[in-house]
């Protein structure tokens, strides 16, 4: 079940939109036979204008059925007339599914409230990793307790990808077994789901109400609660209260990013003398470090399957003619030139009548196998040996010559062609009769054949190779031609046809190489071919971690630090024509601004540009944003220092302290405010992945 967000203003994913994806996405699966069915549907987010939506087919429910729709709740608060939202919905003959009950902290202190929802008839799916504590010990302990009160109705992953959020629907399932046994866990996980998909009523188990709190602790403890928070909120109302900036370290299990493998790593960092030319913002007034207590380990990225150099000439030649047979020229059968001709057409026969000179003559054979000779006529003459040919004139001038003496040459043998094609230039003959191919002569091998044309200088010789019927012969030409390889002398037969390529390949190459450009490269060139090419990387300027190659738009995966430091061989891709290679320049003035801004990207200074200035360059804040904690990333995804600033408390005048960003520093601005700062790294480092940033840059 795909089921991407719909956020009003934020992911405009409309039913037909989603649809569509769908459809193209299930044709590429059948393409690649991949025995998946997908099913469509949507999350959407709780909003007044979900019931008009749904009802004017703007909006998808589950499977396209009109029964069943998820609604996902804002995870802080719960809107007073939500009951009358649930019934418009239910008017319409739509049951709402409401996704991850168990994350919303209004439900987490008043799970009645969810208990008379699934009285109304309203389903409820939980999260899979939230019953396994991935959200927490309250949310893993709130989960177990709506599962045991009947509260519950499916058990989903609520997947968000490979990397973050990931499927963990096994591990739950047996804890649900454990709670309430191999039934229950079977209709949550199976049945329940079917009949949503198909668009069949569902019958749940009663549900069992939750006992609430004594009124008098629930009194106290709102009371304390309440000024804990007043307190709280009369001292940040005080100018100069608090660090806005805070810096956010590793805790107790610390990780650092190992050099060495390029991964996350848990334990003592090696110790690394700070660089003078970094800035650090003070960790008072308005900049303070805030510790965590783990940061996630990210997957490394890795080109794909397709992009990689084969690793053997003979695996990239069977790729480039996947589904042909290919027959190396090793592989041939070990023939003998065989030089008994057999006549055929467009061959040129002189003929000899030695008693009447009149009769001699030069003849074509026909496309039909025959000649025309003098008083006698047509003769077929097509597969026969000269000598044969010879004995059948014998006969048929017999007939008007006492004892005719017939002699047959063969002054040219055009039958025995074959065609060379490519970057070749062929000479123009200034007389005879005009034939396609060339003949086949002497030794009747590929070099004999190649010496009748002239090949042009910017041929790609290791790329030719004969087409013989339904199978290719590589050759390498380069090593016949300049090595003297007489292996790739192949020999060769009637039809064949011998291509040589071209150099049809471009790339470019820009930024920080010696002699940026275009070029024309061979059709086998990697990555470090054309890097050589352009005389190599500079590597005082480069900046290797936000390199990128660009094919068509889009941003390949590659490494280049692991390529050039780590020489991973991985990394090293075969280009295709017309990629861009660029290798930017660590003397650039970037800055990454990203989240809740008018546009988030790239923005660019050239003096000192600090925070609220590049939030303004990226067309300031959002009415959504949350200016009390902006964030900033320093030092890239691999080795952050991560500090929040209280850009409010910046823009009210209560510090003249100025945050000033350094080159390549990342600035996201969240939305709502962060109480758990563990979750939202968590949720931020694949957000700043590497490749996510180069792809900002190729914009």
Same mark, same amino acid.
């Given at each position: 079940?795909?089921?991407?967000?719909?956020?009003?203003?934020?992911?405009? +994913?409309?039913?037909q939109?989603?649809?569509s994806?769908?459809?193209?996405?299930?044709?590429?699966?059948?393409?690649?036979?991949?025995?998946?069915?997908?099913?469509?549907?949507?999350?959407?987010?709780?909003?007044?204008?979900?019931?008009?939506?749904?009802q004017?087919?703007?909006?998808?429910?589950?499977?396209?059925?009109?029964?069943?729709?998820?609604?996902?709740?804002? *995870?802080?608060?719960?809107?007073?007339?939500?009951?009358?939202?649930?019934?418009?919905l239910?008017?319409?003959?739509?049951?709402?599914i409401?996704?991850?009950?168990?994350?919303?902290?209004?439900?987490l202190?008043?799970?009645?409230?969810?208990?008379?929802?699934?009285?109304?008839?309203?389903?409820?799916?939980?999260?899979?990793?939230?019953?396994?504590?991935?959200?927490?010990?309250?949310?893993?302990?709130?989960?177990?307790?709506?599962?045991?009160?009947?509260?519950?109705?499916i058990?989903a992953?609520?997947?968000?990808?490979?990397?973050?959020?990931?499927?963990?629907?096994?591990?739950?399932?047996?804890?649900?077994?454990?709670?309430?046994?191999?039934?229950?866990?079977?209709?949550?996980?199976?049945?329940?789901?079917?009949?949503?998909?198909?668009?069949?009523?569902?019958?749940?188990?009663?549900?069992?109400?939750?006992?609430?709190?004594?009124?008098?602790?629930?009194?106290?403890?709102?009371?304390?609660?309440?000024?804990?928070?007043?307190s709280?909120?009369?001292?940040?109302?005080?100018?100069?209260?608090?660090?806005?900036?805070?810096?956010?370290?590793?805790?107790?299990?610390?990780i650092?990013?190992?050099?060495?493998?390029?991964?996350? *790593?848990?334990?003592?960092?090696?110790?690394?003398?700070?660089?003078?030319?970094?800035?650090?913002?003070?960790?008072?007034? *308005?900049?303070q470090?805030?510790?965590?207590?783990?940061?996630?380990?990210?997957?490394?990225?890795?080109?794909?399957?397709?992009?990689?150099?084969?690793?053997?000439?003979?695996?990239?030649?069977?790729?480039?003619?996947?589904?042909?047979?290919?027959?190396?020229?090793?592989?041939?059968?070990?023939?003998?030139?065989?030089?008994?001709?057999?006549?055929?057409?467009?061959?040129?026969?002189?003929?000899?009548?030695?008693?009447?000179?009149?009769?001699?003559?030069?003849v074509?054979?026909?496309?039909?196998?025959?000649?025309?000779?003098?008083?006698?006529?047509?003769?077929?003459?097509?597969?026969?040996?000269?000598?044969?040919?010879?004995?059948?004139?014998?006969?048929?001038?017999?007939?008007?010559?006492? +004892?005719?003496?017939?002699?047959?040459?063969?002054?040219?043998?055009?039958?025995?062609?074959?065609?060379?094609?490519?970057?070749?230039?062929?000479?123009?003959?200034?007389?005879?009769?005009?034939?396609?191919?060339?003949?086949?002569?002497?030794?009747?091998?590929?070099?004999?054949a190649?010496?009748?044309v002239?090949?042009?200088?910017?041929?790609?010789?290791?790329?030719?190779?004969?087409?013989?019927?339904?199978?290719?012969?590589?050759?390498?030409?380069?090593?016949?031609?300049?090595?003297?390889?007489?292996?790739?002398n192949?020999?060769?037969?009637?039809?064949?046809?011998?291509?040589?390529?071209?150099?049809?390949?471009?790339?470019?190459?820009?930024?920080?190489?010696?002699?940026?450009?275009?070029?024309?490269?061979?059709?086998?060139?990697?990555?470090?071919?054309?890097?050589?090419?352009?005389?190599?990387?500079?590597?005082?300027?480069?900046?290797?971690?936000?390199?990128?190659?660009?094919?068509?738009?889009?941003?390949l995966?590659v490494?280049?630090?692991?390529?050039?430091?780590?020489?991973?061989?991985?990394?090293?891709?075969?280009?295709?024509?017309?990629?861009?290679?660029?290798?930017?320049?660590?003397?650039?003035?970037?800055?990454?601004?990203?989240?809740?801004?008018?546009k988030?990207g790239?923005?660019?200074?050239?003096?000192?540009?600090?925070?609220?200035?590049?939030?303004?360059?990226?067309?300031?804040?959002?009415?959504?944003?949350?200016?009390?904690?902006?964030?900033?990333v320093?030092g890239?995804?691999?080795?952050?220092?991560?500090?929040?600033?209280?850009?409010?408390?910046?823009?009210?005048?209560?510090?003249h302290?100025?945050?000033?960003l +350094?080159?390549?520093?990342?600035?996201?601005?969240?939305r709502?405010?962060?109480?758990?700062?563990?979750v939202?790294?968590?949720?931020?480092?694949?957000?700043?992945?590497?490749?996510?940033?180069?792809?900002?840059?190729?914009?």
């Amino acid at each position: 079940m795909c089921t991407p967000h719909w956020v009003l203003g934020h992911y405009e +994913n409309t039913r037909q939109k989603i649809l569509s994806r769908l459809e193209e996405l299930q044709r590429k699966l059948a393409d690649h036979h991949i025995p998946l069915k997908l099913y469509p549907g949507s999350e959407l987010r709780l909003d007044v204008s979900l019931s008009q939506g749904i009802q004017w087919g703007e909006l998808l429910t589950i499977n396209d059925t009109g029964r069943f729709a998820f609604i996902e709740l804002p *995870a802080e608060s719960l809107p007073q007339n939500l009951e009358d939202f649930f019934w418009d919905l239910q008017v319409q003959k739509v049951t709402p599914i409401i996704s991850h009950p168990e994350r919303n902290v209004v439900l987490l202190r008043d799970p009645a409230r969810l208990y008379h929802w699934v009285q109304m008839g309203i389903l409820t799916q939980l999260t899979a990793a939230s019953l396994l504590g991935h959200f927490g010990k309250k949310v893993q302990k709130f989960s177990t307790l709506l599962l045991e009160h009947n509260l519950v109705h499916i058990i989903a992953t609520d997947a968000h990808g490979l990397r973050i959020r990931t499927p963990k629907l096994s591990e739950a399932f047996q804890m649900v077994q454990d709670i309430l046994g191999e039934e229950m866990a079977s209709q949550m996980v199976y049945e329940t789901p079917k009949r949503i998909i198909q668009g069949e009523s569902v019958n749940p188990p009663d549900p069992i109400s939750i006992p609430t709190r004594s009124p008098r602790s629930s009194l106290l403890k709102r009371f304390l609660f309440k000024a804990f928070m007043m307190s709280f909120f009369l001292a940040a109302c005080t100018p100069g209260w608090g660090p806005p900036i805070k810096e956010i370290h590793p805790g107790a299990e610390e990780i650092f990013w190992d050099q060495e493998k390029h991964v996350w *790593a848990v334990g003592k960092p090696p110790v690394i003398s700070p660089s003078s030319s970094v800035q650090e913002p003070s960790s008072v007034g *308005a900049i303070q470090k805030i510790k965590v207590s783990k940061v996630p380990r990210p997957l490394q990225e890795k080109p794909t399957k397709y992009q990689r150099l084969p690793s053997s000439i003979r695996d990239y030649i069977r790729e480039k003619f996947k589904g042909k047979q290919i027959l190396f020229p090793e592989e041939l059968p070990q023939e003998l030139a065989n030089n008994v001709h057999r006549i055929g057409p467009d061959d040129v026969l002189h003929v000899i009548i030695w008693t009447d000179g009149n009769l001699d003559m030069d003849v074509v054979v026909r496309t039909d196998g025959k000649i025309s000779l003098p008083l006698v006529g047509e003769v077929q003459a097509a597969g026969l040996e000269i000598s044969e040919l010879e004995s059948r004139l014998r006969r048929k001038y017999s007939s008007y010559i006492e +004892n005719p003496q017939v002699t047959v040459t063969l002054k040219e043998a055009n039958s025995l062609k074959v065609f060379i094609t490519g970057a070749v230039k062929v000479p123009t003959y200034a007389a005879g009769p005009i034939t396609s191919g060339f003949p086949l002569r002497g030794d009747r091998r590929l070099l004999t054949a190649l010496s009748q044309v002239e090949i042009l200088p910017d041929a790609d010789l290791s790329e030719a190779y004969i087409v013989r019927g339904e199978i290719i012969i590589p050759v390498d030409l380069s090593r016949l031609l300049k090595d003297g390889d007489m292996t790739q002398n192949v020999l060769l037969k009637p039809a064949d046809t011998i291509v040589i390529p071209g150099s049809l390949k471009e790339v470019t190459i820009l930024g920080e190489v010696e002699n940026p450009g275009r070029y024309r490269v061979k059709r086998r060139t990697t990555l470090l071919d054309a890097l050589a090419k352009a005389g190599g990387i500079k590597r005082e300027t480069a900046a290797l971690d936000l390199s990128y190659v660009e094919r068509g738009g889009e941003v390949l995966p590659v490494d280049f630090k692991r390529l050039i430091d780590l020489n991973d061989l991985d990394q090293n891709i075969l280009l295709e024509n017309d990629d861009i290679v660029h290798i930017a320049s660590n003397q650039e003035n970037k800055v990454f601004v990203l989240g809740e801004v008018a546009k988030p990207g790239v923005v660019r200074f050239v003096g000192p540009m600090d925070v609220l200035e590049a939030i303004s360059e990226a067309g300031d804040f959002l009415i959504s944003a949350n200016r009390k904690q902006v964030v900033v990333v320093r030092g890239g995804p691999q080795e952050p220092k991560v500090y929040a600033i209280n850009a409010l408390k910046m823009m009210a005048g209560y510090t003249h302290e100025k945050f000033i960003l +350094n080159r390549y520093d990342i600035v996201y601005v969240p939305r709502t405010l962060i109480a758990d700062w563990n979750v939202f790294i968590t949720q931020l480092l694949p957000t700043i992945s590497t490749s996510n940033l180069i792809r900002m840059l190729a914009r």
